[in-house]
């Protein structure tokens, strides 16, 4: 039986221009910067190349750190990570306590205050990665509110223009983008091709690509759209995660052998023995009893089948998937495993903190193969670099 238990333990913005061309959308943001100075000529390698360290990471909108975990387990450095969220900061510097963590609202701090936090972690020069996922509410399928002028959907392009500025000082290697597929809909065609341009402009080569977590060890069907980009287009070229055969394919594989969870009380954490974050709402509605008395028509009573993945671990407010045995709804650890994360990782705040931190993370073993695949593309850039 598996063991489940835990172990010890910048200047001010500027209003956004609609109808700026694809580049400048980005520019804009914090004010109009030339293009020109961000694609910069960059020195040769020398031939001892495929023995230089990884690009060290700086994680924007990091969450939890579900996406910096999966670099964290293939070698990369997390030197520095920001969030604006109280609890999801808590978490992850309880998680990464070598990476500077800030709890930032990044639309609010100057662009100059947060490149010079940046900077104490890093050196003039250095080859860095930047990896993230903007909010994305303002573009999910699941909002039926969801607009094109959502203030929300500028966060993307804010993403690039801190990229855009950490160019100036460092080697920027690569950056991988994290979203809902909702971002490629045509009211958002304008944003979307922005990011793209923006990118282009920027000297990064990019893909872009319809990821399903189930098809990198994830016992969750959850699809999202990865783009990554590369200063080398030989980096380009060689990028391919591969896809990975997991033991745990299914809910039962994920969860069955757990104990019961302790329920909250009023948001209150009563600590569970098993593992902090094992606690679930108190099942009050008259349906918990019978598995029978459920269907997958709505959002609110949707009941997991055992010999199944999971669907899309995102909940919203009273939206928690039922557990199989009807009986009440998952719990957060139930959940954390369903996408991915270690046994012995431990979300951090009150029970509605965790449900937004385990719904909008990464799933880790996504990010371990994308960060598998872009060191193997580094290595391979630098090999034809230094012929």
């Not at 709890?103 to 020069?125: A, S, V, Y």
């Not at 920027?202 to 189930?214: F, I, R, S």
């Not at 070229?237 to 594989?253: D, G, Q």
């Not at 046994?343 to 994308?370: D, H, I, M, T, Y």
Request: proline residues 7%; positive net charge; hydrophobic residues 35%.
């Amino acid at each position: 039986m598996p063991d489940h238990s835990l172990n010890q333990e910048a200047k001010e913005p500027v209003r956004f221009n609609q109808h700026s061309d694809a580049a400048t959308l980005v520019i804009d943001y914090y004010g109009y910067v030339d293009v020109s100075t961000a694609t910069r000529p960059t020195a040769k390698l020398s031939s001892n190349v495929t023995k230089a360290p990884l690009p060290r990471i700086v994680s924007l909108f990091s969450g939890a750190g579900g996406l910096d975990l999966g670099f964290q387990q293939n070698d990369f450095e997390i030197v520095y990570a920001v969030d604006k969220d109280r609890w999801a900061v808590e978490t992850h510097r309880k998680a990464f306590p070598e990476t500077h963590c800030d709890q930032f609202d990044l639309t609010k701090i100057p662009l100059e205050e947060l490149l010079n936090t940046i900077g104490r972690q890093l050196h003039p020069g250095e080859r860095i990665g930047v990896i993230g996922g903007p909010p994305c509410q303002g573009f999910s399928r699941s909002n039926a509110q969801s607009k094109a002028n959502d203030p929300r959907n500028r966060l993307p392009l804010l993403y690039l223009k801190i990229v855009q500025a950490l160019k100036r000082s460092y080697s920027v290697e690569f950056i991988v983008f994290e979203n809902v597929l909702g971002i490629q809909d045509k009211k958002h065609h304008r944003t979307f091709e922005g990011i793209l341009h923006a990118l282009q402009a920027l000297g990064l080569h990019e893909t872009v690509n319809d990821y399903d977590a189930y098809d990198f060890g994830v016992p969750q069907h959850r699809h999202r759209i990865i783009i990554a980009a590369f200063r080398s287009s030989k980096a380009l070229k060689a990028f391919a995660p591969r896809l990975e055969v997991s033991a745990c394919k299914t809910v039962r594989e994920a969860i069955s052998d757990l104990p019961d969870p302790t329920f909250c009380s009023r948001g209150k954490h009563i600590l569970n023995s098993f593992h902090p974050n094992h606690w679930t709402m108190r099942p009050l509605s008259a349906r918990f009893g019978d598995p029978q008395n459920f269907t997958n028509s709505g959002r609110s009573f949707r009941i997991l089948e055992w010999d199944k993945p999971s669907p899309t671990v995102a909940y919203g407010h009273r939206e928690i998937h039922v557990h199989p045995n009807g009986k009440r709804r998952l719990s957060i650890y139930e959940a954390m495993l369903l996408q991915g994360f270690p046994k012995n990782f431990r979300l951090f705040g009150p029970f509605s903190a965790q449900v937004e931190q385990v719904s909008n993370a990464v799933p880790p073993p996504l990010a371990l193969s994308l960060a598998k695949a872009i060191e193997r593309s580094l290595k391979e850039s630098q090999r034809w670099t230094s012929k």
